[in-house]
C-alpha cells in the first residue's frame, strides 16, 4: 500500500507543499494556469488521473472498511470553493467519483431553504458532516456564510466577521474528533471563466449548466476576491490549511486533488480491520459446507 501511493514522478513537489496557503500569497496575483510541482503535460493526464484513481479507490476502501466494522471511526471531508464554473462538479465526477459511492457522502450547498435560514448557518452543515468512515464532499459550504453573504450584504459585517473565528473553531471540533479536512479553493480566471459560460450557451448538453445570475456574481469578481483574500488569511490554520488549486486546466486541478486526498489518507495511515472470527477455523468450516 505504501509503494502504490507514492507520489508519480511527474509531480517535482507535493501538491500539498506547493499548494497550501502561504500568508501573503495575494487572491489576485494567483497564476490560474499554473501546474505547480507538476512537470508532466495534459496528454500525460489521462493514464496518470487513471491510475492514480485506483490509488485513492483502495484507501477509501480501507477508510470505509474501518468505520463500517467500528476499528476506526475516523472520516475525511473535503471541502470545494470556487467562483462559477471553477470545476467544483468535476472533481466530484472524475476525482471523488473513482471511490465507492458507499462510502462517500456529497452534499452541495446552494441558497439556504426556508428551514435552513431559521437555524444558525452551521445547523445545516453539522448535519451533512461524514460519519464514521466515511468521505464527505461539500460543494460549496460553510464559507458561503463568508463569501456569497458578505458580497452581498445578506447581514451586517460585525455578523459575518464573527464568523472566521466561529469557523476556525468548528473546523478545530471537526480535526479533534477525527475528520481529516482537505480544503480546495478553486481559482479560474476570468478569461477562462468568459470561454466556460460560452461554451454552455453554445451547447444544448450544457443550457443546464448555465445560469443566468452566473453573470451578475461574475461582475463582483473584485468583491469576491477581496472576500476569497479574507477567507484564506483567516481560516487558513494548521489543522485544517487552505489549498489554492489552479484550475484554468482541469487536468491538472483533478490530478492536484487527487493527489491532496490520496496524502490525507495515507497520513491516516489506516489498516485493515482485522478478522473478528477465527480464520483457520472458517476456513475449515467452509470447506466442509
Ligand atoms: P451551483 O451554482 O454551484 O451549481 P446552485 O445552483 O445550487 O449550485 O446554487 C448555488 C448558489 O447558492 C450560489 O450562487 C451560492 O452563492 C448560493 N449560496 C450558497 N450558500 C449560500 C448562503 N449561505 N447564502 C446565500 N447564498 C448561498
Redesign the pocket.
Known amino acids: 500500500m505504501a509503494a502504490m501511493s507514492a507520489l508519480p514522478d511527474l509531480w517535482t513537489h507535493k501538491p500539498r507543499s506547493v499548494l497550501t496557503f502561504r500568508p501573503g500569497t495575494r487572491v489576485a496575483d494567483i497564476d490560474t494556469n499554473a501546474t505547480p510541482g507538476f512537470s508532466g503535460e495534459k496528454s500525460d493526464a489521462p493514464d496518470l488521473q487513471a491510475e492514480r484513481n485506483g490509488v485513492f479507490a483502495a484507501l477509501q476502501e480501507q477508510l470505509y472498511a474501518c468505520g463500517k466494522t467500528g476499528t476506526d471511526s475516523r472520516s475525511v471531508l473535503l471541502v470545494l470553493q470556487g467562483m462559477?464554473t471553477a470545476g467544483k462538479g468535476g472533481i466530484v465526477e472524475h476525482v471523488v467519483g473513482a471511490g465507492n459511492p458507499m462510502g462517500i457522502r456529497y452534499t452541495?450547498?446552494?441558497?439556504?431553504t426556508a428551514e435552513e435560514r431559521a437555524h444558525h448557518?452551521l445547523w445545516r452543515i453539522r448535519n451533512a458532516l461524514p460519519g464514521p468512515g466515511k468521505i464527505g464532499v461539500f460543494?460549496?459550504s460553510h464559507y458561503?456564510?463568508v463569501l456569497?453573504?458578505r458580497v452581498h450584504e445578506?447581514v451586517p459585517p460585525d455578523v459575518w466577521g464573527a464568523r472566521y473565528d466561529e469557523i476556525n473553531a468548528f473546523e478545530k471540533e471537526l480535526t479533534d474528533a477525527g475528520t481529516a479536512i482537505v480544503k480546495v479553493a478553486m481559482f479560474v480566471s476570468l478569461d477562462e471563466q468568459k470561454r466556460r459560460l460560452a461554451e454552455r450557451l453554445e451547447r444544448p448538453d450544457k443550457y443546464w449548466k448555465y445560469?443566468p445570475?452566473d453573470l451578475d456574481?461574475r461582475a463582483l469578481w473584485p468583491a469576491y476576491q477581496d472576500a476569497y483574500q479574507t477567507v484564506l488569511d483567516r481560516t487558513s490554520t494548521e489543522y485544517a490549511p487552505w489549498h489554492v488549486v489552479p484550475c484554468d486546466r482541469k487536468w491538472y486541478a483533478r490530478l492536484a486533488v487527487t493527489e491532496l486526498l490520496i496524502e490525507a489518507l495515507h497520513g491516516m495511515q489506516l489498516s485493515w480491520p482485522p478478522a473478528d472470527f477465527d480464520v483457520e477455523a472458517e476456513k475449515k468450516r467452509l470447506a466442509s459446507a
Request: proline residues 6%; without cysteine.
Open positions: 462559477d452541495s450547498f446552494g441558497v439556504p448557518y460543494d460549496r458561503e456564510d456569497v453573504v445578506l445560469n445570475g456574481e
